[in-house]
Nanobody, 119 residues
Framework: QVQLVESGGGSVQAGGSLRLSCAVS???????MGWFRQTPGKERESVAF??????HYADSVAGRFTVSKDIARNTVDLQMNSLKSEDTAIYYC???????????????WGQGTQVTVSS
């Protein structure tokens, strides 16, 4: 089992920055960790993830967001810069034993944290 606890959400004006952090604990090895987000009426979408030392980003956030793993702190973080109103969503930390590219691959979810970007 893996437990994921997010922190760092909040409200910010467009153009600003936020940093999300996800504390990871448990006794199951996972190869993939990252972040999904969901807005009302839409399906959850992958934002960014780290898999095998490589990082992957949705086209909508590439160049603005950075995902990273901190092995010493046992966290996976998402630095979000140049935020836009369309980034407003609930952000979920995720982990998958083999992958976390798609929702079907994810075995573990955090509780979610709200990010609101006002224009």
């Amino acid at each position: 089992q893996v437990q994921l606890v997010e922190s760092g959400g909040g409200s910010v004006q467009a153009g600003g920055s936020l940093r999300l952090s996800c504390a990871v604990s448990g006794n199951t090895f996972v190869r993939c960790m990252g972040w999904f987000r969901q807005t009302p009426g839409k399906e959850r979408e992958s934002v960014a993830f780290v898999h095998g030392g490589n990082t992957h980003y949705a086209d909508s956030v590439a160049g603005r967001f950075t995902v990273s793993k901190d092995i010493a702190r046992n966290t996976v973080d998402l630095q979000m810069n140049s935020l836009k109103s369309e980034d407003t969503a609930i952000y979920y930390c995720v982990a998958g034993v083999w992958s976390c590219s798609y929702e079907r691959d994810v075995q573990y979810w955090g509780q979610g944290t709200q990010v609101t970007v006002s224009s």
